[in-house]
């Protein structure tokens, strides 16, 4: 005992954390990266509402009849946002409605049917299609789908620029992420659910929908909306296949301009700077902004409600 309490002041000494320095560069790191990423966040929004502010404050333009105008004709002062939006949300919802469904499907192939072995063939198979360019995805939207949508609904009803084939490709482009983002949430749910429901009598397609899918709504949702976010955002299918004027009209079979291909489209043109044409990019680019971050509001808001109940 008189050992232990003379080598006590040592023995206190030797049990101090030792600086580890790989940890705390580390660490480091992370919170520069966190910080980075905020304040490019934050500079973000200043340019795009400092460049906005200035479009708004043009005596042509109008808060109301930006909002709800019908006519984007900025070389007759027309500035109503509803024709490009509007054919943003026909083929987001045109993409949603592929990805959705098949890549719900894939996903619970992958967590419920797949051997491991194919498991980690066709996964990274399928996150491939995330990586080609999107501008390969709009030419074969434009040179493969509209040809097959011609074909099928006839020359006169499908336009060669038209949000269908748009849409359909988007859903291609998409469904890679929700898939493989789905896939991950249904991994994630306790082995012990699924034996539980397997000794109640349930198949394995019941344990898939009943229990698996329902415990896992809350990352589900995430990808959806995040898919959502993704579709909403893309630009050169869009800019390639949709359309490039804007038009006013709910048939996805007719040529329109959206968000990002106007964009696109006004950005590369001849525009002087500070002109009324330049500025309204940034208000789009600001609306497209509001979309985003509502969406992003309402995943965490799905996300942190259902985690309760599943956790």
Do not use: C
């Not at 026909?90 to 499907?105: E, N, Q, R, V, Y």
């Amino acid at each position: 005992m008189k050992q232990i309490i003379l080598n006590y002041p040592e023995a206190r000494k030797s049990l101090k954390r030792r600086p580890r320095w790989g940890e705390s560069i580390i660490q480091g790191l992370l919170i520069f990266s966190g910080f980075f990423s905020i304040f490019t966040t934050i500079g973000i929004v200043y340019e795009l509402g400092k460049e906005a502010l200035l479009f708004f404050r043009e005596p042509a333009v109008n808060l109301w009849a930006f909002l709800t105008g019908t006519q984007w004709q900025p070389h007759i002062e027309k500035f109503g946002i509803l024709p490009l939006l509007t054919s943003t949300l026909i083929t987001s919802t045109i993409a949603m409605s592929i990805a959705i469904p098949l890549g719900l499907g894939v996903a619970i192939y992958l967590s419920e049917y797949a051997t491991p072995k194919t498991r980690n063939l066709l996964k990274p198979i399928l996150e491939v299609l995330a990586g080609i360019p999107t501008i390969v995805y709009g030419y074969f939207a434009l040179t493969f789908m509209t040809p097959l949508l011609r074909t099928i609904f006839g020359q006169d009803t499908v336009d060669i620029y038209n949000m269908a084939s748009a849409g359909l490709v988007m859903g291609i482009l998409i469904l890679p992420l929700i898939a493989s983002m789905t896939e991950d949430a249904l991994s994630a749910v306790p082995r012990s659910l699924r034996e539980a429901a397997y000794g109640l009598g349930g198949t394995k397609l019941e344990v898939a929908l009943k229990v698996v899918v329902p415990a896992a709504i809350s990352g589900i949702s995430a990808a959806i909306i995040v898919g959502m976010s993704r579709a909403i955002g893309e630009t050169m299918i869009v800019a390639v296949a949709a359309g490039a004027g804007p038009n006013f009209t709910f048939n996805p079979f007719k040529g329109a301009e959206t968000l990002t291909g106007h964009i696109v489209r006004i950005s590369g043109g001849d525009l002087s700077y500070d002109s009324i044409d330049y500025n309204s990019i940034f208000a789009i680019g600001l609306m497209l902004f509001f979309i985003t971050l509502t969406l992003n509001i309402i995943s965490q808001q799905i996300v942190r409600r259902f985690r309760e109940v599943y956790e």
